[in-house]
C-alpha cells in the first residue's frame, strides 16, 4: 500500500469511529479498525499531517483526534463508499420528494423536510453559493395593490424573490422608472456589497419619495441566505 492510500485510509477510520462514537479518536483505535496494518506511531505521523492540513482536529494535547468540516467533506466526495438503493427505496423516494412548480424556496423547503422524515435526522439545504457573484439583473413587478415583487438574478444563474408591501399603491410606470435605476445602480456589482447600508443611501436618493419607496431596495436580498432552515 502506497503512502497516500495509507493516508486516506486512516482519515476515513478516523471520520467512520467518530460518526459512531460521537467521541475522538486516537491512533489505537484506527489501528484496530484497519486491522493493524500499521503501527500507532504512523498513524499519530498521519494524524498530525491532517491537522496540519486542516482536515482533522485535537480537542486538547492527549485526546485523539475528531474530522473538522473539510474532513467531512473530504470523506463524501473522496472516501465514503457509494451504495446502490433498492428499487423499492426509490420508489419510496420518488414518492416522498415534493416535485418542483416553479418556486425554487419553496421547493427547497419541501425538500428538507421530506428528508428529514425519512432520515430522521436533521437535514438542511442551502442555496448554492458563488463567492464572486454579482447581480445581473433585477426587477419590480407589480402583484397587486401596494404589493411589489423584487426579483432578482446573478451573474451564477440563482433567482431569489421577495414580496414588498408600500404603504400605498404605486403606479407600474414608476416601477419600471425604479428598476431601471436600481438596475443602473446595482447591476454587475458583487452581491456582498449590496448591504443594507448601501441600499438606505439609494432609498435617501430617491428624494421626497424616500419614505415611500424605502422598501423596495430593502427587500431585495442583501447576500444569499440559505434557502431552507435545519429541521
Not at 72 to 86: N, S
Not at 162 to 180: F, G, M, Q, T
Not at 181 to 198: C, D, K, Q
Request: aromatic share 6%; hydrophobic share 40%.
Amino acid at each position: 500500500m502506497n503512502t497516500a492510500a495509507r493516508k486516506q485510509l486512516v482519515l476515513g477510520s478516523i471520520v467512520e469511529l467518530y460518526i459512531r462514537t460521537g467521541e475522538p479518536v486516537g491512533s489505537k483505535a484506527v489501528s484496530a479498525h484497519l486491522h493493524d496494518i500499521c503501527s500507532s506511531a504512523t498513524i499519530r505521523n498521519d494524524m498530525s499531517e491532517w491537522i496540519d492540513r486542516g482536515y482533522l482536529l485535537q480537542p486538547h494535547t492527549s485526546a485523539g483526534r475528531v474530522p473538522s468540516s473539510l474532513g467531512f467533506r473530504y470523506y463524501i466526495d473522496h472516501l465514503m463508499p457509494a451504495y446502490e438503493l433498492p428499487a423499492a427505496s426509490k420508489q419510496r423516494l420518488s414518492l416522498a420528494l415534493p416535485k418542483f412548480r416553479g418556486d425554487p424556496d419553496r421547493f427547497l423547503t419541501d425538500t428538507v423536510k421530506a428528508v428529514a422524515r425519512l432520515t430522521r435526522c436533521t437535514a438542511m439545504i442551502t442555496s448554492p453559493v458563488e463567492p464572486k457573484a454579482t447581480l445581473k439583473r433585477l426587477e419590480l413587478l407589480q402583484v397587486g395593490g401596494s404589493a411589489v415583487l423584487v426579483a432578482l438574478l446573478t451573474s451564477s444563474g440563482l433567482m431569489k424573490s421577495k414580496v414588498c408591501h408600500l404603504d400605498a399603491p404605486i403606479a407600474s410606470e414608476d416601477l419600471e422608472r425604479l428598476s431601471l435605476v436600481l438596475n443602473e445602480r446595482f447591476a454587475g456589482l458583487p452581491l456582498t456589497s449590496l448591504t443594507p447600508a448601501v441600499t438606505q443611501q439609494l432609498a435617501v436618493s430617491f428624494g421626497p419619495y424616500a419614505f415611500r419607496y424605502a422598501p423596495l431596495p430593502d427587500c431585495a436580498p442583501h447576500r444569499t441566505p440559505p434557502a431552507a432552515p435545519c429541521i
